[in-house]
Nanobody
Framework: QVQLVESGGGLVQAGGSLRLSCAASGRTFSTSMGWFRQAPGKEREFVAA????????NYADSVKGRFTISRDNAKNTVYLQMNSLKPEDTAVYYCAAKLSLTALSAAKDYDYWGQGTQVTVST
């Protein structure tokens, strides 16, 4: 079992930055971690993922060059640094985990989910 708690969401102006954190507890060794987001009326979509050893990352095209995923295994925490935010980045952001060695991009591949944190980008 893995428990995930996200934090760091909030309201920011377009062009601004936020850093989301996801604190994991339970069996976290060899877990791949991902960030997803869901806007009102839309399906949940992949944002970024990172392998258990942080040697591999994967990003959605819409966030490449603006978002960076990282992890600190000593703190059992995964981060999502979001820069140059746009109004279309507004969504609830979810952290997810799976006992896997690869950076996964499909929501169906993840076993554990956090409760989500709201990110709102104003114009």
């Amino acid at each position: 079992q893995v428990q995930l708690v996200e934090s760091g969401g909030g309201l920011v102006q377009a062009g601004g930055s936020l850093r989301l954190s996801c604190a994991a507890s339970g069996r976290t060794f060899s877990t791949s971690m991902g960030w997803f987001r869901q806007a009102p009326g839309k399906e949940r979509e992949f944002v970024a993922a990172i392998t258990w050893n942080a040697r591999g990352t994967n990003y959605a095209d819409s966030v490449k060059g603006r978002f960076t995923i990282s992890r600190d295994n000593a703190k059992n925490t995964v981060y999502l640094q979001m820069n140059s935010l746009k109004p279309e980045d507004t969504a609830v952001y979810y952290c997810a985990a799976k006992l896997s060695l690869t950076a996964l991009s499909a929501a169906k591949d993840y076993d554990y989910w956090g409760q989500g944190t709201q990110v709102t980008v104003s114009t």
